[in-house]
C-alpha cells in the first residue's frame, strides 16, 4: 500500500519515547502489522512508522548503496511539534551557558566563519530491528531500516566551543533542538554529552548530508552528528547549546534512552531485570543481511552475491563470517573498501546452490578488539540489537 502525503497536515497525534512513558499519547504499531507505504515532502517512498511525528523507515533495497540517498534516510522524532518552514535567513545557532562570550551564528557565519569539515558516519537509531525481539517489546516497531550511512559536512563542535569561550571545569554539553511536545508536561527533546567527548574534534553540526543541505525531516538546517553513537544524541533542528559546570538530568537522559550497565550488547533477562542502569552510547558491533531480500528464489547451480553491512561504534570491522550449518562451522565473507571508521562496510559471500531446496545462512560480524556478536539478545527497551541474524533462501 502506497500512499503520498505532506509533512502537515498529519493524520493522527503520536508521541514514541522509545518505551518510556510521557503524558503524550503513544501510538504503537503491531510487529505483523501491514507495512505501508508514504511519500512525504522531500522524500520517496518509505515505510511509515508514525505520521505524527514523522518516523519512516528506509527500504533495505536503498543499502545496496554505501551512502543512503537523503530522499529515502530514515525519519526518527519524538516529538510532535514540528517547524514546517524555517528561515535561513533569521535562524540563529545560540551557544551560551558556561562561556565567556555567548554566541548567536547563523547559517552564514557557520559557513563562512569556520573551517568546514566532513565525516562519513553512520546513524542508526537505538531501536533499530526493535520488531525482531524475542520476547516481543514495546516501542517503533522498527526492522532494518532506522539507519543511514552518509557524508556530512559542517563545523567541529569543538571550534564552535572555542569560539564562545568555554570556561575551564565545563562538564557537559546539552543540545536543543526546535521541535517541540504538543501537550503540556511532556518533557522537551534535550540530550547532553560530557564536555570532553563534545570536544574531541569529531563531534559535529552539520549543515550538509551527502553534499545537499539537510532535508527537512532530517533535521534541516543543523543537526549534531556524533560518530560511533546511536541516533538519539543526533539532535536534529539544533538551536541552542548549553555548556554546563555540572551533570544534566533531563529526562531524555536520566529517564529514557537507559540501558543495564557494563553489560555487553545491553543484555538482560525478561525475569531479571538489571537494576544498574545508565544512558545509551556507543554503537556495539553488528552486522545483518541486504541481498537476497527474504522470500527471494536463486537459481540452482547459479552463483549468487549474498551480500550485507557490518559496522560497529569505530573501532573498525576485522572480519565478517558466514555459517551454512547454523553456527557449527563459520567461513570468512569478502569486505568492501573501508568508507571510514565510523560508517558501515559492505561485505560479500559468493553461493552455488547445487539443488533445490532452503538454505539458511548466519551472519556474524567481529571488530578489531575481539568483540563479536551473540546468539541472542534482549533487553526492556529494545535498543542496541546485535544478535547473529539468518537468512532463508529458496533455491529452485
Known amino acids: 500500500m502506497k500512499i503520498y502525503i505532506a509533512i502537515y497536515p498529519l493524520l493522527f497525534l503520536v508521541i514514541f519515547s522509545c518505551n518510556t512513558k510521557t503524558n503524550e499519547t503513544a501510538t504503537i504499531a503491531s510487529a505483523d502489522a501491514k507495512e505501508m507505504f508514504v511519500s512525504p515532502a522531500e522524500k520517496d517512498s518509505m515505510l511509515l512508522l508514525t505520521d505524527r511525528p514523522p518516523n519512516l523507515e528506509t527500504p533495505l533495497k536503498y543499502f545496496l548503496q554505501d551512502y543512503t540517498p537523503n530522499n529515502v534516510f530514515f525519519v526518527r522524532w519524538h516529538l510532535s511539534s514540528i517547524p514546517s518552514r524555517i528561515d535561513p535567513d533569521t535562524f540563529r545557532l545560540k551557544v551560551n551557558g558556561n562561556v565567556d562570550k555567548p554566541l548567536a551564528l547563523s547559517l552564514d557565519d557557520l559557513k563562512t566563519k569556520f573551517k568546514p569539515y566532513t565525516i562519513t558516519a553512520l546513524c542508526q537509531c537505538a531501536g533499530n530491528s526493535r520488531s525482531f525481539f524475542d520476547p516481543h517489546v514495546p516501542g517503533g516497531q522498527w526492522k532494518n531500516g532506522a539507519m543511514g550511512n552518509a557524508k556530512w559536512t559542517g563545523v567541529k563542535l569543538k571550534d564552535i566551543l572555542e569560539q ?8 557537559e554539553v546539552s543540545f536543543n533542538g526546535l521541535d517541540g511536545p504538543a501537550m503540556q508536561g511532556t518533557p522537551d527533546f534535550i540530550k547532553s554529552l560530557q564536555y570532553d567527548h563534545a570536544a574531541d574534534g569529531e563531534v559535529m553540526i552539520a549543515y550538509e548530508m551527502n553534499g545537499e543541505p539537510l532535508p527537512l525531516l532530517n533535521g534541516y538546517p543543523l543537526k549534531l552528528i556524533v560518530p560511533g553513537w546511536y541516533a538519539t544524541y543526533w539532535v536534529g533542528m539544533l538551536s541552542e547549546l548549553q555548556v554546563l559546570s555540572d551533570t544534566f538530568h533531563g529526562f531524555w537522559m536520566s529517564k529514557a534512552y537507559l540501558v543495564p550497565k557494563d553489560v555487553a550488547n545491553g543484555n538482560e533477562k525478561p525475569d531479571s531485570l538489571s537494576k544498574d ?51 557449527k562451522t563459520w567461513k570468512q565473507a569478502r569486505l568492501d573498501a573501508d568508507l571510514g571508521k565510523y560508517a558501515w562496510q559492505r561485505w560479500h559471500y559468493n553461493f552455488t546452490p547445487v539443488e533445490k531446496r532452503t538454505y539458511v545462512f548466519w551472519v556474524k560480524a567481529t571488530n578489531s578488539k575481539g568483540l563479536t556478536q551473540p546468539f541472542h539478545q534482549w533487553n526492556r527497551s529494545g535498543y542496541m540489537r546485535n544478535e547473529i541474524e539468518s537468512l532463508s533462501i529458496n533455491a529452485e
Open 164 to 171: 564562545a569561550g568555554a570556561k575551564a571545569g565545563s562538564k
Open 277 to 327: 542502569m545508565h544512558p545509551i552510547n556507543k554503537m556495539d558491533v553488528r552486522s545483518l543481511f541486504v541481498s537476497p531480500e527474504p522470500g527471494i528464489t536463486i537459481a540452482v547451480g547459479k552463483a549468487t552475491d549474498i551480500q550485507g553491512l557490518a559496522f560497529d561504534g569505530g573501532d573498525g570491522i576485522a572480519k565478517v563470517e558466514m555459517s551454512e550449518d547454523s553456527g
